[in-house]
């Protein structure tokens, strides 16, 4: 699933593709899990639409949009399409002789000839539109300061790692990016949020700050089939140091890493490093 360096490297490139492109047409297919609002909402919204930028709020992408309005007034008309990539999605620019991939949910003609495709296999993504401005439930991990993120676990009774998870303290953070920070913090998975003391969620906010910029830079991680607006591949499972390397030795003590279940989901860690 794309956690937040891989939406964040999904949205970048996709700002420097197609801002100031502007919407001619939209199709969408038949299915109805991947629209969370209605088929007319979604059309009348985009089409005659401008791009005016794309960021990524949580992990979400936002595609602000931009339309000069019909009524006689000076306010330019706002509205954002929002994209959820769920577990398998992509949106991928691409030249509209490329063969259609199977699993296309929606296709964005744009005015430049290039096409804007939403393809989601498994079908957990979501399209959706809003005219007023969208917020994701919890803080925003890198605009967040050491303090207030410090704040969210203070009385927390479940283990960090879920805490970490819980999209509605925290946006964007998944499994790699909580298990990564985990491990450079020296922290385990299973301790009680509430029970870390003020140094360790010192270390927890700058290994995480540190984690997710390192694989901002990288381009994400590729694990699945995760890839960016271009179809490129990110760089950064070949620098994940705990998840996914279950039974191979830490890089730093040598110590096999360890794979446990909480509240359903995995978590890696080192026995000797993190305490
Ligand atoms: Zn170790």
Not at 120 to 136: E, K, M, T, Y
Not at 183 to 190: L, Q, S, T
Not at 229 to 248: I, K, L, M, P, T
Request: one cysteine or more.
């Amino acid at each position: 699933m794309p956690e937040l360096p891989e939406v964040e490297t999904i949205a970048r490139g996709l700002a420097r593709n197609v801002t100031g492109d502007v919407i001619e047409s939209v199709w969408l297919g038949s299915k109805p899990e991947p629209l969370k609002s209605t088929p007319a909402e979604i059309v009348r919204t985009l089409e005659h639409a401008r791009i005016s930028g794309v960021r990524r709020v949580g992990k979400h992408i936002v595609v602000d949009l931009s339309r000069k309005s019909r009524v006689a007034s000076r306010q330019k008309n706002q509205a954002q399409w929002i994209v959820h990539l769920g577990m398998t999605g992509r949106l991928l620019v691409a030249k509209p002789e490329h063969e259609l991939p199977k699993h296309t949910h929606a296709v964005v003609r744009l005015r430049s000839g290039r096409e804007l495709r939403f393809v989601d296999p498994r079908r957990f993504g979501r399209l959706a539109v809003a005219q007023q401005s969208f917020h994701a439930p919890g803080a925003e991990p890198l605009d967040l300061g050491a303090e207030l993120f410090g704040g969210l676990f203070r009385k927390r009774k479940t283990p960090i790692k879920s805490a970490l998870l819980n999209q509605k303290l925290l946006s964007g953070v998944g499994n790699i990016y909580a298990d990564e920070s985990l491990f450079r913090a020296g922290i385990r998975p299973r301790r009680r949020a509430a029970s870390l003391t003020r140094a360790e969620l010192q270390r927890l906010y700058g290994a995480l700050q540190e984690v997710l910029n390192e694989a901002i830079a990288a381009g994400g991680s590729s694990v699945s089939d995760y890839v960016d607006s271009n179809g490129d591949a990110g760089f950064f499972q070949f620098q994940h140091r705990v998840y996914g390397r279950e039974g191979e030795p830490c890089q730093v003590c040598g110590t096999p890493i360890k794979r446990i279940v909480i509240a359903g989901r995995s978590a890696h860690y080192c026995p000797k490093c993190q305490r």
